[in-house]
């Protein structure tokens, strides 16, 4: 049994910043890519930005130079490090993995709970 669960999220103003944090446990052999979606209300969730098991990054437009997305594969943790943000950013933020467990021949894709972001004008 894997889970993965986000911390850090709240309410900020505009400008302001944020950190997020989504630790991953259970039976775990190895994690290749983490990320971070959103989903605002009544949108599609999207992707925000992903890392791979290498350190390579990948981000949305929207969120380039603003946000940074780091790993710490010791603590399987993924990070989230918001910057001047936008009250346009302002959503559910899911945490994301795809996770090799040790009872399994394959990865799968799990999900975390979800954490509120609100960024007030």
């Known amino acids: 049994q894997v889970q993965l669960v986000e911390s850090g999220g709240g309410l900020v103003q505009a400008g302001g910043s944020l950190r997020l944090s989504c630790a991953a446990s259970?039976?775990?052999?190895?994690?290749?890519?983490m990320g971070w979606y959103r989903q605002a209300p009544g949108k599609q969730r999207e992707l925000v930005a992903a890392?791979?098991?290498?350190?390579?990054?990948n981000f949305a437009d929207s969120v380039k130079g603003r946000f940074t997305i780091s790993r710490d594969n010791a603590k399987n943790t993924v990070y989230l490090q918001m910057n001047s943000l936008k009250p346009e950013d302002t959503a559910v933020y899911y945490c994301n993995a795809e996770v090799h467990p040790y009872t399994a021949n394959a990865a799968y894709t799990y999900w975390g709970q979800g954490t509120q972001v609100t960024v007030s004008s």
């Open positions: 890392i791979t098991g290498g350190g390579t990054t």
């Open positions: 259970g039976t775990i052999l190895r994690i290749n890519a």
